[in-house]
Structure formats: structure tokens, C-alpha cells
């Protein structure tokens, strides 16, 4: 199944739509965030025949959904909780990601266990029986072993061989499994948004909400400041921490999770992860995470967070100390803070469930884990709400929420089909076939990596990367101004390459970027086919 219409987000059709809009055009549903969630209830609703519109106070995956850990992951903590439902929903919806919605952002990345002393036998044999469980789960969701090949354990030496840069001192072996890693979350979203634009959605950045009704939004155009009421049938909340900011009644409880960006090569970890267990604990892990520029992020924390929701959060000294001491406990370089190119920290948007009480399928929870449980809630002016969950099971908390809208609305739609719809970039080509040896390419833009290349083949200035010895084209920012929504130089360098997450790689790409983007680069050749 495709899409039916053009994928394509520039500041033309952002302008065309806000204008009939404001005009009074009146959509069956108008979605209230730009994240994972927002796009994904978005692109549920279009393809089920509603007319949809999408607001986005900045830029498409500007909060939380870009600062993830990137991995698409079967839910082994939840199983270690008990929470068996939650684990299997996170296990089959890896699965459908994997197969199916975005297959050519995702791999499967190997992950280490080091068996060091922090680690004692008695553990060593929890772990391991946890990920045969989390293995089962793999097959009840009937993801292949071809994907996701199965746990076992391995000799010091083959870890060694798969971590070089493991300490040796003290390693009795490793226990290895396999999740799925995202090549760049804010690609994903960024792929959402634009299918859902195939089926006829209006994705519209730099527009805040400055009220919700059961009938539309007041909403801001950020771009002049000029303010409009956009006309609804029904409303959607999909901010994620800044949901209660909206609706009242929401109440939440925002934990940061925070990273570090360090040189892969410099402290030796090339395609493995690490799985590094926190001393003094039993289901508690951090991660060292392989990245495909030869970086790697290590996380993360949760500590909880008061006071004012920041646009984008930092990341406090006390959990660089601590991230770094951890990752120093297994590897043969001790890490310091020299070490450490870049850092960021996302919000999770955790429930207040003494408020709330249920989830979506109203089950009392409040004995249980409940840090990635969501909940589709329905405040006294009739806006609905989606909240909690995590990236991996965003595909079903869109489904609950276009659920509640249709429930609540009677609006007339089909059933929920993005099980079987695959992103753009999913189809012809994501096999990197036809663009032979651009591998990074194939695996950020799949099936469109041979129009990015073309760019860059047609004009010189396209084909330079934009920072020395690196490997991101000016022909990605070109890309991304025509058919993916990126407004500004920002746009581009936090949400569509990422080069703004290490300060050195913002700075020397900035002069280039800001040129192209000012061109107003929107003007490619139509969409092929």
C-alpha cells in the first residue's frame, strides 16, 4: 500500500494550506504536535479517509522524539517488570517498524553484556534467562530470525573481538542479543509527516496553539505573528510534556533521560553496543550506542524534573559525572570529560496516574511500571489527549488515539491500516540497488537516495560535504528545504542531519547551510513516481 498524493513539505505548500485554513476550511480532525505521536495519529487519520490537519509550534520532532536513546526495542525491561502486555505490544510493533512501516531506518544492532565483576554469576544468569524471554517474545511477534537473530552467550575473546575497546582485566565473556537500532529518530518522524502528506494531510510548522475547543484552535502563525482560529470537527493533543499546558487536566510527571556524544573510534567500539549494568542494582542498564558517523552516545539517565518545561533541555554536570563513571567501568580507556563532543537530554512525558488512574484500555495500573504505559484521556471541553508511551509502540498509540476521535465524533472512517503502510523511502530502491556504494545515503533516504545523489550530480556546489572530512552533502540541506519541511538553517542541522549535536561539526556547516537554505532551494523537479 502507498501513499496517494505528493509527499513533498515546503514552505509553499506550508503557506497554501495555513491560508485556507484561516480561511475557514473546515478539517474532520486537527492534531496538536509534531512529534512521533502527533505524525503517527496524523498519517492513522488521513489514511483512514478523514481530512487532517497537523500544527507544530517549531519544527517537526523539536521536542522529545529527537533525543532518544534511537532504538526500536522489544520491551525486555517491561518483561523484567512483569508487565508482560506491555512487553509482547513493544515486541510485535518493533516487528511491524522493521518489516514493513521502515525498514530502511532501522537494522538490527548487536548488543554486549560484559560479564565483569560488577556483574556476578548469580546476575550474569538473570540477565541471560531475561533475554531467552525477551528472544520468545521475538517469535510470539513473529519477527524472523533472519531480522533479529537469537541471544547466546560468548568467550571473553569474541568479545573482545566485537568491543575492542572492552577492558579486558576481570571479563569472564558476554551475553549478546539483538535490538533494533534507528539510523535517526527525527527521520522517522520526518518520514511520518511526509506520508501522512501523501494521503492528504496538512502539516504545518511554525504554527502554535494558543487555545484548544472542541471545535478547532486558536493558533499563532510564528512565522508573521498573524492569528486565526483553525475550524475542526474534532481536536487532538499530541505535545507530549507539554501536553498539561494545553488541557488542564493533564497532569504529568517529566523524567530526563540524558546522553553524551563521544568518538567511537577513540575508545574502541565499532558495530556493537554495550549494555553496561549500574552497580547496585538488578534490571538497571546504560548503553553505549554505535552510531553511523563513528560517534556513540552513552545513556541515559532518569532523574525527575520540576519546575518550568524548557524548549530543549540541558544536561546537568551531575549526569555527565555519572554517565561517564559508568561507561569507565567496563571499557580499558577511562573516560573524562575531554572525552565528551556533545550532549542531550529528551523529556519523557510520564503520567500522573494517582490523577489518572487507568490507561487507554482501562486497566488500573497503579502498582505497575508504569514509565512507558500511555493513555488516550478526554478533558471536560471535549479535547482529547495522548500521552506516555514511548517511540517503539508509537504506531498503537496513534491507533488508540483516531480510536477515541471516532468514538467520540462518530465521524465516518475505516480501520486502522498503518500496519501494512510503509514510509516514504520504504519502497523501490531502499535496498540501496540503484545508488550502489552511498550506503549512508540508502539508509537515511532509502528509495529517494538516488534523487539526493542526483542533486548533488547536477550541481558542484550540492555535491561538497558540508563539513570537512565529513559525510553529509549540501545536497541533504537542498533535499530537505524542497520535501521535507525544514524552514530554517536550524531545521536542518538538528532535525535533518543531526550535525548540530556536536557544537564543532554546528559551527563549520553553519555559513553553508544558512546560505543554502536563504536560496529557497523549494524549487526541485516534481516527485517521481
Given at each position: 500500500?502507498?501513499?496517494?498524493?505528493?509527499?513533498?513539505?515546503?514552505?509553499?505548500?506550508?503557506?497554501?494550506?495555513?491560508?485556507?485554513?484561516?480561511?475557514?476550511?473546515?478539517?474532520?480532525?486537527?492534531?496538536?504536535?509534531?512529534?512521533?505521536?502527533?505524525?503517527?495519529?496524523?498519517?492513522?487519520?488521513?489514511?483512514?479517509?478523514?481530512?487532517?490537519?497537523?500544527?507544530?509550534?517549531?519544527?517537526?520532532?523539536?521536542?522529545?522524539?529527537?533525543?532518544?536513546?534511537?532504538?526500536?526495542?522489544?520491551?525486555?525491561?517491561?518483561?523484567?517488570?512483569?508487565?508482560?502486555?506491555?512487553?509482547?505490544?513493544?515486541?510485535?510493533?518493533?516487528?511491524?517498524?522493521?518489516?514493513?512501516?521502515?525498514?530502511?531506518?532501522i537494522r538490527a544492532l548487536p548488543q554486549l553484556v560484559p560479564l565483569h565483576e560488577q556483574l556476578p554469576a548469580r546476575n550474569a544468569a538473570l540477565t541471560m534467562a531475561g533475554?531467552?524471554?525477551?528472544?520468545?517474545?521475538?517469535?510470539?511477534?513473529?519477527?524472523p530470525t533472519k531480522l533479529l537473530p537469537g541471544p547466546r552467550r560468548v568467550s571473553g575473546a569474541e568479545a573482545l573481538a566485537l568491543v575492542p575497546g572492552l577492558r579486558g582485566?576481570?571479563?569472564?565473556?558476554?551475553?549478546?542479543?539483538?535490538?533494533?537500532?534507528?539510523?535517526?529518530?527525527?527521520?522517522?518522524?520526518?518520514?511520518?509527516?511526509?506520508?501522512?502528506?501523501?494521503?492528504?494531510?496538512?502539516?504545518?510548522?511554525?504554527?502554535?496553539?494558543?487555545?484548544?475547543?472542541?471545535?478547532?484552535?486558536?493558533?499563532?502563525?510564528?512565522?508573521?505573528?498573524?492569528?486565526?482560529?483553525?475550524?475542526?470537527?474534532?481536536?487532538?493533543?499530541?505535545?507530549?510534556?507539554?501536553?498539561?499546558?494545553?488541557?488542564?487536566?493533564?497532569?504529568?510527571?517529566?523524567?530526563?533521560?540524558?546522553?553524551?556524544?563521544?568518538?567511537?573510534?577513540?575508545?574502541?567500539?565499532?558495530?556493537?553496543?554495550?549494555?553496561?549494568?549500574?552497580?547496585?542494582?538488578m534490571n538497571r542498564f546504560a548503553l553505549l550506542l554505535p552510531q553511523q558517523d563513528g560517534r556513540c552516545y552513552l545513556g541515559l539517565t532518569d532523574e525527575p524534573l520540576d519546575?518550568?518545561?524548557?524548549?530543549?533541555?540541558?544536561?546537568?554536570?551531575?549526569?555527565?559525572?555519572?554517565?561517564?563513571?559508568?561507561?569507565?567501568?567496563?571499557?580499558?580507556?577511562?573516560?573524562?570529560?575531554?572525552?565528551?563532543?556533545?550532549?542531550?537530554?529528551?523529556?519523557?512525558?510520564?503520567?500522573?496516574?494517582?490523577?489518572?488512574?487507568?490507561?487507554?484500555?482501562?486497566?488500573?495500573?497503579?502498582?505497575?511500571?508504569?514509565?512507558?504505559?500511555?493513555?488516550?484521556?478526554?478533558?471536560?471541553?471535549?479535547?482529547?489527549?495522548?500521552?506516555?508511551?514511548?517511540?517503539?509502540?508509537?504506531?498503537?498509540?496513534?491507533?488508540?488515539?483516531?480510536?477515541?476521535?471516532?468514538?467520540?465524533?462518530?465521524?465516518?472512517?475505516?480501520?486502522?491500516?498503518?500496519?501494512?503502510?510503509?514510509?516514504?523511502?520504504?519502497?523501490?530502491?531502499?535496498?540501496?540497488?540503484?545508488?550502489?556504494?552511498?550506503?549512508?545515503?540508502?539508509?537515511?533516504?532509502?528509495?529517494?537516495?538516488?534523487?539526493?545523489?542526483?542533486?548533488?550530480?547536477?550541481?558542484?556546489?550540492?555535491?561538497?560535504?558540508?563539513?570537512?572530512?565529513?559525510?553529509?552533502?549540501?545536497?541533504?540541506?537542498?533535499?530537505?528545504?524542497?520535501?521535507?519541511?525544514?524552514?530554517?538553517?536550524?531545521?536542518?542541522?538538528?532535525?535533518?542531519?543531526?550535525?548540530?549535536?556536536?557544537?564543532?561539526?554546528?559551527?563549520?556547516?553553519?555559513?553553508?547551510?544558512?546560505?543554502?537554505?536563504?536560496?529557497?532551494?523549494?524549487?526541485?523537479?516534481?516527485?517521481?513516481?
Amino acid at each position: 500500500m502507498s501513499t496517494v498524493g505528493d509527499t513533498a513539505l515546503n514552505a509553499r505548500r506550508r503557506g497554501a494550506e495555513l491560508a485556507a485554513l484561516a480561511d475557514g476550511r473546515v478539517v474532520d480532525l486537527l492534531v496538536v504536535g509534531g512529534g512521533v505521536t502527533g505524525v503517527g495519529a496524523a498519517l492513522d487519520a488521513a489514511a483512514r479517509g478523514l481530512s487532517v490537519a497537523l500544527i507544530e509550534a517549531h519544527d517537526l520532532a523539536f521536542g522529545t522524539s529527537r533525543f532518544s536513546s534511537k532504538l526500536v526495542h522489544g520491551g525486555l525491561r517491561y518483561l523484567a517488570n512483569g508487565d508482560l502486555g506491555l512487553a509482547y505490544e513493544s515486541a510485535v510493533e518493533r516487528g511491524v517498524l522493521m518489516s514493513t512501516v521502515a525498514p530502511h531506518l532501522i537494522r538490527a544492532l548487536p548488543q554486549l553484556v560484559p560479564l565483569h565483576e560488577q556483574l556476578p554469576a548469580r546476575n550474569a544468569a538473570l540477565t541471560m534467562a531475561g533475554l531467552v524471554a525477551g528472544d520468545l517474545l521475538r517469535r510470539a511477534a513473529r519477527t524472523p530470525t533472519k531480522l533479529l537473530p537469537g541471544p547466546r552467550r560468548v568467550s571473553g575473546a569474541e568479545a573482545l573481538a566485537l568491543v575492542p575497546g572492552l577492558r579486558g582485566s576481570g571479563l569472564r565473556g558476554g551475553l549478546l542479543s539483538f535490538d533494533g537500532q534507528l539510523v535517526d529518530d527525527a527521520r522517522l518522524v520526518v518520514a511520518l509527516a511526509r506520508t501522512a502528506a501523501g494521503f492528504g494531510a496538512r502539516v504545518l510548522t511554525r504554527v502554535r496553539a494558543l487555545e484548544l475547543g472542541t471545535d478547532g484552535a486558536q493558533v499563532r502563525d510564528e512565522l508573521t505573528g498573524d492569528t486565526s482560529w483553525l475550524r475542526a470537527r474534532s481536536v487532538l493533543n499530541a505535545t507530549g510534556v507539554w501536553a498539561g499546558e494545553l488541557v488542564e487536566s493533564v497532569r504529568l510527571r517529566p523524567s530526563r533521560g540524558s546522553h553524551l556524544v563521544l568518538d567511537g573510534t577513540r575508545i574502541g567500539l565499532t558495530g556493537t553496543a554495550l549494555t553496561i549494568p549500574v552497580p547496585g542494582t538488578m534490571n538497571r542498564f546504560a548503553l553505549l550506542l554505535p552510531q553511523q558517523d563513528g560517534r556513540c552516545y552513552l545513556g541515559l539517565t532518569d532523574e525527575p524534573l520540576d519546575g518550568p518545561i524548557p524548549d530543549v533541555p540541558t544536561v546537568p554536570d551531575s549526569d555527565v559525572d555519572f554517565l561517564l563513571e559508568l561507561g569507565s567501568s567496563v571499557l580499558r580507556t577511562r573516560l573524562t570529560s575531554a572525552d565528551v563532543i556533545g550532549r542531550f537530554a529528551g523529556l519523557r512525558p510520564l503520567i500522573d496516574w494517582a490523577a489518572s488512574g487507568t490507561d487507554a484500555r482501562g486497566v488500573d495500573i497503579r502498582s505497575a511500571d508504569l514509565s512507558r504505559r500511555h493513555a488516550v484521556l478526554t478533558a471536560p471541553n471535549g479535547v482529547i489527549t495522548v500521552v506516555g508511551g514511548k517511540l517503539t509502540t508509537y504506531r498503537r498509540m496513534a491507533q488508540d488515539a483516531v480510536d477515541a476521535v471516532l468514538a467520540a465524533t462518530g465521524l465516518p472512517a475505516g480501520p486502522c491500516r498503518t500496519r501494512s503502510i510503509p514510509l516514504v523511502g520504504a519502497g523501490s530502491g531502499a535496498d540501496g540497488s540503484v545508488v550502489d556504494g552511498h550506503d549512508r545515503l540508502v539508509s537515511r533516504y532509502g528509495g529517494e537516495a538516488a534523487q539526493v545523489l542526483a542533486l548533488a550530480a547536477a550541481d558542484s556546489r550540492l555535491a561538497r560535504p558540508l563539513v570537512a572530512d565529513g559525510e553529509v552533502l549540501g545536497a541533504e540541506v537542498a533535499w530537505a528545504v524542497a520535501r521535507e519541511g525544514a524552514l530554517s538553517a536550524e531545521d536542518v542541522l538538528d532535525r535533518r542531519t543531526r550535525l548540530g549535536l556536536v557544537d564543532a561539526d554546528r559551527a563549520a556547516a553553519l555559513p553553508a547551510v544558512t546560505a543554502l537554505v536563504d536560496e529557497g532551494l523549494d524549487a526541485l523537479p516534481a516527485e517521481q513516481p
